[in-house]
């Protein structure tokens, strides 16, 4: 079984501009959430979907959404990116079937210049 | 609120001592308390959890409601265990997990 996979593993974006992460999730994972990876912060949740619909929220200001769709699959997207916004982004998926276990994905490393 | 604390940012043993990788948290009802690992260039992925109570890697973790703690031991450290290690606790059968800053774990030959 594949694990989580994200794509792009790796973007450098100006501030200002916006950008989209993907993530698809292991095969029969209908919860899909998101963390974001910083030296200073350490990991922090952003949001969970399950079923195409938010289920949880982190304390993140509006500029951070995200989606999913109805395959699981899921995009998040971050608007207006400030220098702060430079991290290693973090999608996790998990399935009750499976125990709830949470599974992550190596990540995609943001850099805002 | 939801805390998690690993007091130790840095801990460094040698191979054949034991370790402790300790982990403290908060949080007002029952929460589920987990310990992740991260090797050099791997992904994030799950070690242990409390529910389980299993050991892996011959790693195992014991949750203490009365002191609010889940440390990590190993009585044997082996080099192959040198590695990121973070605690994280979430809500019974919630996907949000809440972290602790994180271990760097590193065992000396």
């Known amino acids: 079984k594949a694990g989580v996979t994200q794509t792009p593993r790796y973007l450098i974006k100006t501030r200002g501009q916006q950008v989209t992460l993907s993530c698809s999730p292991i095969s029969g994972h209908r919860s899909v959430s998101w963390y974001q990876q910083t030296p200073g912060q350490g990991l922090q949740f952003l949001f969970e979907?399950?079923?195409?619909?938010?289920?949880n929220k982190g304390n993140f200001p509006g500029r951070f959404s995200g989606r999913q769709f109805s395959n699981s699959r899921s995009e998040m997207n971050v608007s207006t990116l400030e220098l702060g916004d430079s991290a290693l982004y973090l999608c996790?998926?998990?399935?009750?079937?499976?125990?709830?276990?949470?599974?992550f994905g190596e990540g995609s490393w943001l850099t805002v210049v | 609120a939801q805390r998690v604390t690993q007091p130790e940012k840095l801990l460094s043993v040698f191979k054949g001592a034991p370790v402790e990788l300790k982990c403290n948290y908060s949080y007002s009802g029952s929460p589920e308390l987990f310990w992740y690992v991260q090797y050099s260039r791997q992904r994030l992925q799950l070690l242990l959890r409390h529910i389980s109570r299993e050991s892996i890697k011959g790693f195992t973790a014991d949750l203490n409601k009365g002191e609010t703690s889940f440390h990590l031991k190993k009585p044997f450290a082996q080099e192959e265990d040198s590695a990121m290690y973070y605690c994280a606790l979430s809500s019974q059968g919630a996907q949000k997990l809440v972290f602790g800053q994180g271990t760097r774990l590193t065992i000396n030959p």
């Open positions: 979907y399950f079923s195409e619909t938010q289920r």
């Open positions: 996790a998926s998990s399935s009750r079937t499976a125990g709830n276990t949470i599974y």
